[in-house]
């Protein structure tokens, strides 16, 4: 069998969490492969609404395996609270959920290196979640990190002090309070809740799935558009979010690689800092926010609100390698009398572009069709014979333009909020 991959196209933030979890009982396997805290997956079913962020969104499926890859970064005091709340609502995490030997902690002193960071940089801060994603990272790269299989070694302990210590020092290059001393005992219970999961070198496990025919999904975190390489650099996070993440985070080769699902809102969203072609800054980006309750999942910052851009699309179905498109939030777009949409973009050195420039920083001028609206609820619909004309043929522009197929529509937040397209 071959791992399929789904990850956002945009900016993050793109219903991820609600997709995975309704595909889930077509999988065995569910693996996050990158990122960490900072991400924000959102569930709902029954009475449920639940914000995921460590843990894969495959989690409330009980007879169904989730993996914690070697990709992604843990914070043990995130994932404490995560299990807490997991455990509140009946589930038991420790009967399916598995770590990766692999995989990094994100130290007290990251998360303090990550709010220094933002602070030294004024204006042009990233907009950090000050998770310590990024210092972790710095520090997986730079060959100082801490991995959750040096927890069960002797000298754990003093690796960790040396680690902080050095933090400390670059705290006092930024002139940054570095006392972490009332953040430590919380992070030292975080990583006994950690000790008492399965802790595996996950990289034979997901092969091993494989090998016996298992179906395997592969669960990314952010967006195509905040990846460190192929992102709006330098306001990206600092991990790839691309397909190609899923093969080094979960330490499976390319050629094991089947369908990717590549998911994105019926417009756009960004939180945080950096380019946005599309931002809508007027009441029209306010009705978007509004009826979307765009507001961040693991900050409640208010999102940035936009039209569909579909020269980034093409951009990040092309890098991702994308099989399958998935629309959500489509029940958004339902109060406007008409939608636009970015078909090309006009920039300072050529007059009309299809392709993303070097920097998305420069103005431009993006170029738009205008569709016209369904005006019609469409939370309840069940089945794409009862689509309105105005979104089959929003659907269909879309799909001619990424010359690709558009397999499941979101109508709303709820797990039964979904629509299949092309059953035969
Ligand atoms: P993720 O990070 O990609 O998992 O996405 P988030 O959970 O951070 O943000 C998506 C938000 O939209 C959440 O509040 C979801 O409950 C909600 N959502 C997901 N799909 C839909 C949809 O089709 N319609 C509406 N109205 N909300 C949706
Ligand atoms: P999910 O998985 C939306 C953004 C932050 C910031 C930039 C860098 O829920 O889609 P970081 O904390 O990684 O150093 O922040 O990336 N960002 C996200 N935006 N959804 C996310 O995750 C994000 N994770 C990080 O807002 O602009
Ligand atoms: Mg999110």
New binding site residues.
Partial sequence: MKVDVLL?LQ????G??KVVDVLTPRYDLIARFQ?GP????SLEFNEIKHVLHTIPSGIFHPDKLNVIGNGVVIDPVIFKKEIESLERLGVDPRKNLVLSKKAHLILPSHRML?AASEHSKGKAK??????G??PTYMDKTGRNGIRIGDIFQASFEEKYRALVEKHQQLAALYDYPSDISDQEKEWFAGLEVIKSFRIEATEYLVNEALRKEERVLAE????TL?DIDFGSYP????SNTVTAGACTGLGIAPNKIGKVYGIFKAYCT?????PFPTELEDSTGDLLRKQGNEF????G?P?RTGWLDLVSLKYSCMINGVTDLILTKADVLSDFDSIMVAVAYRTSEAETSLELPYSLEETIDPQYIELPGWKADITQITSENEFPEELNAYLNFIEEYLELPITLVSVGPNRSQIIERYID
Avoid: Y
């Avoid at 900072?38 to 997956?41: D, E, I, S, W």
């Avoid at 306001?235 to 600092?238: E, G, Y």
């Fill in positions: 956002g900016w993050g933030d793109e991820k969490g990122g900072n991400a924000g997956h990550d990233i907009g950090s979640t000050l998770k994603i990024g990314g975190a952010q967006g905040l306001f990206v996070t600092s960004r939180v945080g800092s950096g961040g999942s693991t900050t910052r999102r």
